[in-house]
C-alpha cells in the first residue's frame, strides 16, 4: 500500500511540474488597461475562452470570444493572430488554460494569460461592454 501511494505522489509530483513548466506569463490588469488604452494598437487581442452568453453578459473592450472548447474547431480564424500577442481569460482560469494549450501546440508562441481572469476584472470594477 505504501509504494501504490508513493508512485502515486510520484506521478502527481511529474504531472504538476510539466503543467507548471508549459505555465503561460501572465499580464497584470494594468498592463492590459494600458495597451486598451492605445488606439488603434493591433500588436494583441483579447482572447475570451467563455460561453457566448457570458460574454455577452460583460466583456472586455474589443475582446474576441471562441468557447474554450471550440478552440481548435476555430484555429483558421485564430490563425491570423499567431503572430499577435494574445491575452486569453475565461471566468477564474480554468477554461483558459485549455485554450491555451491548444494555442500553444498550434504554434502560437506570445501567449498571455490575463491576471485574476474575468473574476479579477470585475472585482477590480473594470469597464465591461455589455450586449
Known sequence: MFIKKLLSFALFSLLSLNVFAEQTPTISQAE????????NDSSFIVLDVRTPQEFNAGHIKNAINVSHNTVKDNLSVLSKY???????????GKRALV?????????????????????????????????
Open 32 to 39: 492590459l488597461m494600458k495597451l486598451l488604452t492605445q488606439p
Open 82 to 92: 499567431k503572430d499577435k500577442m494574445v491575452v486569453v481569460h475565461c471566468r477564474s
Open 99 to 131: 485554450a491555451e494549450h491548444v494555442l500553444k501546440e498550434n504554434g502560437f508562441s506570445n501567449l498571455r494569460h490575463l491576471d485574476g481572469d474575468m473574476l479579477g476584472w470585475v472585482d477590480a470594477k473594470l469597464p465591461l461592454i455589455k450586449e
